[in-house]
């Protein structure tokens, strides 16, 4: 049994040894802000409120937490510290709030991301079955740099917490540190906080001090060894922020597999902690998942493919390296290789979009098919649409984005300008190379480029020339012009005559 209990989550500090301009608890691991894990955290533990203690860019950290998907609800509370002056003040900035807010209070600080809610569950319950006025949940750390030690009393209880700063050489030799991690008996703890002093190398008012002023008053406190202490990781240098992030894709790849995800060379990889994916999905080496990525049943996401905020239905298959972004994949799909999807693309069932495709804002219906160096912008394409390679919708006036509409059925020949806006009607054919300006009826074929002019025996007669005056090998470059300008009707020049017209036949891919 649990007393009822709030969480307190410190978050006021600058960050110093981040040197970022921007708060240390808005930078990211594992796809999510460290202050988001933390108040996650917490969430579940469904305490009867949350503390943020908020100072430096507070508005942009209250901001992060307040947007979906932090699911915090109405149980998130903000506490400002205007001056960073320590963990111990910053906890006596919110009094008024904590004091009565419940008889238990756990705290701990925004910066340890791996924090899990079950640990706490656990810790929770060992500090409500002892007697101590105070746990503190401490790790065992190969190198504990940087951390407060713990100093056990004879009776194996914590008698101090010494900062690094402040500890002797033996002191800096106990490899049990604290973890940062804390259930207090709320009224005896503030009670403890008026007395702390500011600390003599940095002036700051230290919690930690806290547990020794308590064992001044013959109060107890208990350490609480952490099972796993990678989970106690505190994040105070980027270096430790691609740490954390590495320990967090690997959690969130092996929660995956063990849900039916086959992730090969998982540890290249990175899922971001808000991707679902569905069983039986193969993900190849070097693939990013990211933000809110749902990818369904029985997909297979091809080496070094990134996909962001998108959609993928079942059976769709990502090849190698495609970028997708905010995108929608209808079952049966299949994108790629090196296919970029940029917002509000919707590709159909069982559609098609292929090698060096690009395809922005819009929608590609069922079956149809976009297979190579195309791009499709603001365009609306039917179902079962060929659309042959290297076909651009010219969307772009310079000024204004324009809509392109391709009906069902329709047949766009290779190397085909679609300039918008234009229109494309029902089974209607367009002939390779043609720059389409005007709408095209249903059923109808459109054919337009310029008729092909075939200049007989040219080579031979440009031989016969340039043996007669071998100096006119070398023309300047103007008169080259000059004469293709010349030459460029159909009238035909000195150098061949014009050859007779060719219907322009067209051939399905
Ligand atoms: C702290 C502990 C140390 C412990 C370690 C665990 C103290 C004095 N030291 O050290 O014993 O081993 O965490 O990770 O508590 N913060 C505020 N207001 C302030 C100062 C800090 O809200 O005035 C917040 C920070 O935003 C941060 C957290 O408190 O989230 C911890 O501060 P940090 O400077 O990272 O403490 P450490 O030096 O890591
Ligand atoms: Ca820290």
């Given at each position: 049994?649990?007393?009822?209990?709030?969480?307190?989550?410190?978050?006021?500090?600058?960050?110093?040894?981040?040197?970022?301009?921007?708060?240390?608890?808005?930078?990211?691991?594992?796809?999510?802000?460290?202050?988001?894990?933390?108040?996650?955290?917490?969430?579940?533990?469904?305490?009867?409120?949350?503390?943020?203690?908020?100072?430096?860019?507070?508005?942009?950290?209250?901001?992060?937490?307040?947007?979906?998907?932090?699911?915090?609800?109405?149980?998130?509370?903000?506490?400002?510290?205007?001056?960073?002056?320590?963990?111990?003040?910053?906890?006596?900035?919110?009094?008024?709030?904590?004091?009565?807010?419940?008889?238990?209070?756990?705290?701990?600080?925004?910066?340890?991301?791996?924090?899990?809610?079950?640990?706490?569950?656990?810790?929770?319950?060992?500090?409500?079955?002892?007697?101590a006025a105070a746990s503190v949940m401490t790790a065992?750390?190969?190198?504990?740099?940087?951390?407060?030690?713990?100093?056990?009393?004879?009776?194996?209880?914590?008698?101090?917490?010494?900062?690094?700063?402040?500890?002797?050489?033996?002191?800096?030799?106990?490899?049990?540190?604290?973890?940062?991690?804390?259930?207090?008996?709320?009224?005896?703890?503030?009670?403890?906080?008026?007395?702390?002093?500011?600390?003599?190398?940095?002036?700051?008012?230290?919690?930690?001090?806290?547990?020794?002023?308590?064992?001044?008053?013959?109060?107890?406190?208990?350490?609480?060894?952490?099972?796993?202490?990678?989970?106690?990781?505190?994040?105070?240098?980027?270096?430790?922020?691609?740490?954390?992030?590495?320990?967090?894709?690997?959690?969130?790849?092996?929660?995956?597999?063990?849900?039916?995800?086959t992730i090969y060379q998982p540890e290249t990889v990175?899922?971001?902690?808000?991707?679902?994916?569905?069983?039986?999905?193969?993900?190849?080496?070097?693939?990013?998942?990211?933000?809110?990525?749902?990818?369904?049943?029985?997909?297979?996401?091809?080496?070094?493919?990134?996909?962001?905020d998108s959609e993928l239905a079942d059976h769709v298959?990502?090849?190698?390296?495609?970028?997708?972004?905010?995108?929608?994949?209808?079952?049966?799909?299949?994108?790629?290789?090196?296919?970029?999807?940029?917002?509000?693309?919707?590709?159909?069932?069982?559609?098609?979009?292929?090698?060096?495709?690009?395809?922005?804002?819009?929608?590609?219906?069922?079956?149809?098919?976009?297979?190579?160096?195309?791009?499709?912008?603001?365009?609306?394409?039917?179902?079962?649409?060929?659309?042959?390679?290297?076909?651009?919708?010219?969307?772009?006036?310079?000024?204004?984005?324009?809509?392109?509409?391709?009906?069902?059925?329709?047949?766009?020949?290779?190397?085909?300008?679609?300039?918008?806006?234009?229109?494309?009607?029902?089974?209607?054919?367009?002939?390779?190379?043609?720059?389409?300006?005007?709408?095209?009826?249903?059923?109808?074929?459109?054919?337009?480029?310029?008729?092909?002019?075939?200049?007989?025996?040219?080579?031979?007669?440009?031989?016969?020339?340039?043996?007669?005056?071998?100096?006119?090998?070398?023309?300047?470059?103007?008169?080259?012009?000059?004469?293709?300008?010349?030459?460029?009707?159909?009238?035909?020049?000195?150098?061949?005559?014009?050859?007779?017209?060719?219907?322009?036949?067209?051939?399905?891919?």
């Amino acid at each position: 049994m649990i007393e009822p209990f709030t969480i307190a989550i410190l978050g006021a500090g600058l960050g110093t040894r981040f040197k970022s301009k921007r708060a240390k608890l808005l930078h990211s691991a594992g796809g999510r802000r460290l202050i988001e894990h933390t108040v996650r955290t917490a969430t579940e533990l469904l305490p009867r409120k949350i503390f943020v203690i908020v100072g430096y860019q507070a508005k942009e950290i209250i901001e992060t937490l307040s947007a979906p998907p932090v699911p915090s609800g109405e149980r998130l509370f903000f506490i400002r510290q205007t001056k960073p002056m320590g963990t111990g003040h910053a906890l006596r900035c919110g009094r008024q709030e904590l004091e009565t807010a419940a008889p238990l209070l756990l705290v701990f600080y925004g910066d340890t991301p791996l924090l899990r809610a079950e640990t706490l569950r656990q810790f929770l319950e060992f500090h409500s079955q002892s007697t101590a006025a105070a746990s503190v949940m401490t790790a065992v750390m190969e190198d504990p740099t940087g951390y407060g030690r713990i100093v056990r009393a004879p009776d194996e209880s914590v008698k101090q917490i010494v900062e690094q700063k402040s500890a002797s050489p033996e002191q800096q030799a106990i490899r049990e540190i604290n973890t940062g991690i804390y259930c207090f008996e709320t009224r005896l703890l503030f009670v403890e906080l008026e007395r702390l002093v500011p600390d003599k190398i940095t002036g700051e008012y230290y919690l930690t001090d806290v547990i020794h002023l308590l064992n001044q008053r013959g109060k107890r406190v208990a350490a609480y060894p952490i099972p796993d202490p990678a989970e106690a990781m505190g994040v105070n240098t980027r270096a430790e922020l691609a740490q954390a992030d590495a320990l967090l894709r690997a959690r969130k790849a092996r929660e995956l597999m063990l849900a039916g995800v086959t992730i090969y060379q998982p540890e290249t990889v990175r899922i971001d902690a808000d991707v679902e994916v569905g069983a039986d999905t193969v993900i190849e080496p070097g693939v990013s998942l990211l933000g809110r990525t749902r990818v369904g049943e029985d997909c297979h996401i091809g080496p070094f493919a990134t996909i962001q905020d998108s959609e993928l239905a079942d059976h769709v298959t990502v090849k190698q390296s495609c970028v997708i972004a905010e995108s929608k994949i209808a079952s049966g799909a299949s994108i790629g290789p090196f296919a970029h999807l940029r917002p509000e693309a919707e590709v159909g069932e069982e559609a098609k979009i292929g090698n060096f495709v690009e395809v922005k804002k819009s929608r590609i219906g069922r079956g149809s098919k976009a297979q190579h160096l195309t791009y499709l912008g603001d365009a609306t394409v039917g179902e079962n649409v060929n659309v042959g390679a290297g076909t651009i919708t010219c969307n772009y006036d310079g000024e204004k984005k324009h809509q392109t509409v391709i009906e069902d059925n329709v047949f766009i020949g290779s190397g085909t300008e679609l300039v918008a806006p234009v229109r494309v009607g029902k089974n209607a054919y367009v002939g390779a190379g043609s720059t389409i300006t005007m709408g095209v009826p249903p059923d109808a074929l459109a054919i337009a480029r310029s008729l092909q002019t075939n200049k007989l025996r040219w080579v031979k007669e440009r031989k016969k020339k340039t043996e007669k005056q071998p100096t006119e090998a070398m023309e300047p470059v103007d008169e080259i012009f000059a004469t293709q300008q010349q030459s460029g009707g159909s009238k035909g020049t000195k150098l061949g005559k014009a050859a007779p017209r060719t219907k322009g036949k067209i051939k399905r891919r």
